[in-house]
């Protein structure tokens, strides 16, 4: 029996003031997800996400706000460079890049969610499950 695959989503609290909606989203699309929050996609350091991985994640998603309505000014843009560097991290160790990834999502726009929800699920088809996740013995 294949384990259901274990996302966390690192979410910025302007971009997902409502972490149930999320988490209800990949749900209904078969996903066990944890949502941490943030106060800003900013904070997130690329350790924290290889650490998450890790610790069994088989994927690692950060949500920030699009790049004009973030508070910080420069926020989002911090937080794709801090994955883009986290994703060269992970293709020098041999494993797959893909297991991180971000998106831009506007507070309040369902759409924007669905889509991420949408990419997240895509992504997993794709990978194996983390060779770093404990085994399940039986």
Not at 43 to 62: N, P, T
Request: aromatic content about 4%; overall charge neutral; proline content about 8%.
């Amino acid at each position: 029996m294949q384990p259901i695959p274990e996302v966390v989503v690192l979410a910025c609290t302007q971009a997902v003031p409502q972490p149930a909606a999320l988490r209800q989203a990949l749900q209904q699309v078969g996903l066990s997800g944890r949502i941490i929050q943030e106060p800003c996609s900013s904070k997130v350091e690329s350790f924290h996400l290889l650490r998450i991985l890790a610790q069994g994640a088989d994927l690692v998603w950060v949500v920030g706000c699009p790049e004009q309505y973030c508070q910080l000014a420069e926020g989002s843009t911090r937080m794709g460079f801090r994955v883009a560097h986290a994703q060269d991290y992970l293709t020098e160790l041999g494993l797959e890049a893909e297991r991180l990834g971000y998106s831009r999502v506007a507070a309040g726009n369902p759409e924007d969610l669905a889509a991420t929800v949408a990419e997240i699920q895509q992504r997993l088809r794709k990978l194996p499950p983390n060779p770093a996740r404990p085994r399940q013995t039986v």
